[in-house]
C-alpha cells in the first residue's frame, strides 16, 4: 500500500466537502495531467485528454484511444454528492436570543447524528450583480463553528421514549449561529424601550446578518440564490491505534470517486477510449440536471463523439452500448457488532478489497441493475491475472433494506456495468469508516479495469 497515495486521499476529503469544491479539485488535478476543457478544443483525436463539466457540480473526462469511438469507452462512474444539511432560502431566525439557521437535511440520513457535533458551512451565494461568493466557514482552527442543540437527559424522559426516527424532527435541525444577551427581567419599562434604541443591544439575527454584510458582502436577500451545505467540521483522521482506517466525511462515495480519477490519470493510454464521470444528486435519486438521470453524461459523450470528427445518433448510441462501466460506489461492510442484519457468506468486509455488487436495489432487486455474468467473468480474469483482491457481496439481509446506485441508469444504453467499490463502515454517518487497504486496492482495480 503506497502510504502517500491515501494522503493524498484525505486530502482530497478534506478540500472536496460538496459537490462544487470536487470538481474544482478534480479539474485542478486533471490539467496537471494535461486535461482540457473540451469547449476550449476545436478536434480531438486519439491521445486526447479533454473533460466536460455541468453547472461546476458534475464532471466527465475523457481520454481518447485509438479505436473509433462507435467500439464503445470503458468507463469509470462515481457519484460527489453526500448525505448533509442544506441551508433553507429562507434560514436566518432568532428564537428567544438565539439566532438560528434553518435547514433541510439532504439524503438518507439519522437525524440524531448531526446534533451536538461541530458543523462547519460550505458552499456559494450568488447576488443579483453577477458575483458568486464562496463560503467556508469551520474548517480553520480560529473559525467559528455551528451546532444544533440537543435537550439535556435530566428532562428527556418523553423524547427518550419515543423512536429513533422522530426523536429528532427534520424541522428542528436548526444551527446555532449566534446569541445576544437578554434583558434584565426586573428592568423598567422606560430602559427597555432605551435598550431597543440602543444599536449596541439589537437582536442577535441583526447582528449576525452585520457580520456577513461586513465579511462577505451579503444581505439576508442573497440567501434566496444562494447552496450552502452544512458538513461535519473537521479533517479526515486515522483510525486505530494502528492507524489502519480512516474516519472521514463524505467517503460514501469520494471513496470511489477519487480512486476513480487516480486510476484514469496514472493509467496508460489504450485502445479502447477511457472515461472517468462524477456526478451529482445520488443520494436522492440521481435527479436534476447535474444528475445521472439527467442527459449530462449523453450530451458530454455527444461532444466527443463530434469533435471527433465523425458525429451520428447511430455513432452515439453505438459508442454507448458497446461500452463497460464499473458503476464505482461503495457497499456496506459486515459489522460485527450487528451481525443479524447481514448474510455473513455475503457480505463485504472491511479490508478484503473492492466489492463487486452483481445487483443493488431493495428486496426483491426492484430499482436494481443486474450485471450478465459472461461481463463478471471477465473484470474477474482482468483482476485475477493482475493479483488484485476482490469481494463479491450483497448490501444486508435481502429483507433488511437495499440501496440503489447510478448503475442502472448507466444500463439503459445497453453497456456492460457493474457497481465495484469500497465497503465502508457507518455508511451516510457524519463520519464514516474506511480501510486504507480497500482504498488503494479499489485504486488498483479500477487501474486494472480500464485495460480491460
Known amino acids: 500500500m503506497d502510504e502517500q497515495f491515501i494522503n493524498d486521499y484525505k486530502a482530497f476529503l478534506d478540500s472536496g466537502k460538496t459537490e462544487r469544491e470536487c470538481v474544482e479539485s478534480i479539474k485542478a488535478l486533471a490539467e496537471k495531467h494535461g486535461y482540457k476543457d473540451l469547449a476550449s478544443v476545436e478536434s480531438v483525436n486519439a491521445g486526447s485528454r479533454v473533460y466536460v463539466t455541468k453547472m461546476n457540480k458534475s464532471i466527465a473526462l475523457f481520454e481518447l484511444g485509438s479505436d473509433p469511438l462507435e467500439k464503445g469507452m470503458d468507463i469509470l462512474g462515481a457519484h460527489i454528492d453526500s448525505p448533509r ?3 433553507k432560502q429562507n434560514p436566518i431566525m432568532e428564537k428567544d436570543f438565539i439566532c438560528y439557521i434553518n435547514t433541510h437535511y439532504y439524503g438518507g440520513i439519522k437525524k440524531y447524528q448531526w446534533v451536538t457535533i461541530p458543523l462547519a458551512i460550505h458552499g456559494v451565494v450568488c447576488k443579483t450583480d453577477g458575483t458568486t461568493v464562496k463560503i467556508n466557514v469551520g474548517e480553520e482552527e480560529n473559525d467559528p463553528v455551528f451546532c444544533i442543540s440537543d435537550i439535556l437527559p435530566h428532562l428527556a424522559q418523553k423524547q427518550m421514549k419515543e423512536n429513533a426516527a422522530e426523536f429528532i424532527s427534520g424541522e428542528s435541525l436548526d444551527l446555532i449561529a449566534g446569541s445576544v ?16 434604541k440602543d444599536d449596541k443591544k439589537g437582536s442577535c439575527k441583526k447582528a ?57 490519470l496514472d493509467g496508460e493510454t489504450q485502445a479502447h477510449t477511457r472515461c472517468c464521470v462524477c456526478v451529482d444528486k445520488e443520494e436522492i435519486g440521481s435527479v436534476g440536471a447535474t444528475g445521472m438521470a439527467s442527459h449530462f453524461f449523453e450530451n458530454a459523450v455527444a461532444e466527443v463523439v463530434a469533435k471527433a470528427g465523425a458525429y451520428s445518433d447511430l455513432t452515439l448510441r453505438r459508442c454507448l452500448e458497446n461500452s463497460n462501466m464499473l458503476s464505482s460506489d461503495v457497499n456496506a461492510a459486515f459489522d460485527p457488532q450487528n451481525t443479524d442484519l447481514f448474510d455473513r457468506d455475503n457480505a463485504s468486509f472491511l479490508g478484503a478489497g473492492i466489492v463487486f455488487n452483481k445487483y443493488t436495489g431493495s428486496r426483491g432487486k426492484y430499482s436494481a441493475n443486474d450485471a450478465n455474468p459472461e461481463y463478471i467473468a471477465r473484470v474477474r480474469a482482468v483482476l485475477e491475472a493482475a493479483n488484485i483482491p476482490y469481494q463479491m457481496s450483497e448490501l444486508g439481509k435481502v429483507d433488511q433494506g437495499g440501496g440503489g446506485t447510478i448503475a442502472y441508469l448507466a444500463a439503459k444504453y445497453g453497456m456492460n456495468v457493474i457497481d465495484a467499490g469500497v465497503p465502508v463502515l457507518s455508511m451516510h454517518a457524519p463520519w464514516e469508516i474506511t480501510a486504507k487497504e480497500d482504498i488503494y486496492q479499489a485504486y488498483e482495480a479500477y487501474k486494472a479495469f480500464l485495460t480491460l
Not at 184 to 192: L, R, T
Open 85 to 87: 444539511l442544506d441551508v
Open 181 to 196: 444577551v437578554p434583558p434584565k427581567k426586573d428592568k423598567k419599562e422606560e430602559e427597555k424601550k432605551d435598550d431597543k
Open 208 to 264: 449576525v446578518l452585520k457580520i456577513l454584510e461586513a465579511k462577505y458582502g451579503i444581505k439576508e436577500a442573497d440567501f434566496m440564490s444562494a447552496e450552502l451545505e452544512v458538513v461535519p467540521a473537521g479533517k479526515t483522521r486515522d483510525l486505530g491505534f494502528d492507524r489502519s482506517l480512516i474516519l472521514g466525511y463524505g467517503q460514501d462515495d469520494r471513496s470511489c470517486a477519487y480512486t476513480s480519477l487516480r486510476a484514469l
